[in-house]
C-alpha cells in the first residue's frame, strides 16, 4: 500500500536526471579515451624514432662499416614518416609536422614514405652491396 503520492510522483523526474548524468558521464568517458589514444599513439611514434636515432647512433659511433640493426616501427592512423636522402626526416602525426635534421648523411633508402602500418626497419652504417632489403635506411 502506497501512502505518499510525492514519491510516485517525482520518479519519473529522478530517473530522468539519472540517466541524463550516466550519460554525461559516457561522453566525457568516451572523449578521453580518444584524447588518451591519440595521445598514446604520438608517444608510441615518437619512442619508436628515436629508437631509430640511437640505433643510428649507437652503429656510427662504434661498429664497422657495414654493420646494420633491425629497428620496429609502428606508424599510427593518420600519421607519416618521410625519409629524405639528404638529412632530413619529417614525422607527421595528423596534428602536427616535425622536420628533423640529422647529424650524418642518409645516403639511401628503398622507402621514402612510411604510412600507417607495423614496420621492421633495417638501418645499415655505410654502403650496403647486394640485394637491399624492404625497408632498409642507409647512412654514414
Known amino acids: 500500500m502506497i501512502c505518499s503520492k510525492k514519491g510516485v510522483e517525482s520518479f519519473p523526474f529522478f530517473l530522468f536526471l539519472t540517466l541524463l548524468i550516466a550519460a554525461f558521464v559516457i561522453v566525457i568517458g568516451f572523449y578521453q579515451i580518444q584524447v588518451f589514444s591519440t595521445f598514446s599513439n604520438q608517444k608510441q611514434l615518437s619512442d619508436d624514432y628515436n629508437q631509430m636515432m640511437n ?21 599510427p592512423a593518420g600519421g607519416k614518416l618521410v625519409i629524405y636522402t639528404n638529412d632530413t626526416i619529417i614525422i607527421n602525426t595528423g596534428t602536427q609536422q616535425i622536420e628533423n635534421k640529422v647529424g650524418f648523411d642518409i645516403l639511401y633508402t628503398t622507402v621514402n614514405e612510411l604510412t600507417a602500418g607495423n614496420y621492421e626497419l633495417v638501418v645499415y652504417y655505410g654502403n650496403y652491396t647486394g640485394e637491399p632489403e624492404r625497408y632498409a635506411i642507409y647512412f654514414v
Open 55 to 75: 640505433a643510428m647512433e649507437t652503429l656510427r659511433s662504434t661498429a664497422d662499416i657495414g654493420s646494420y640493426k633491425r629497428v620496429n616501427m609502428r606508424i
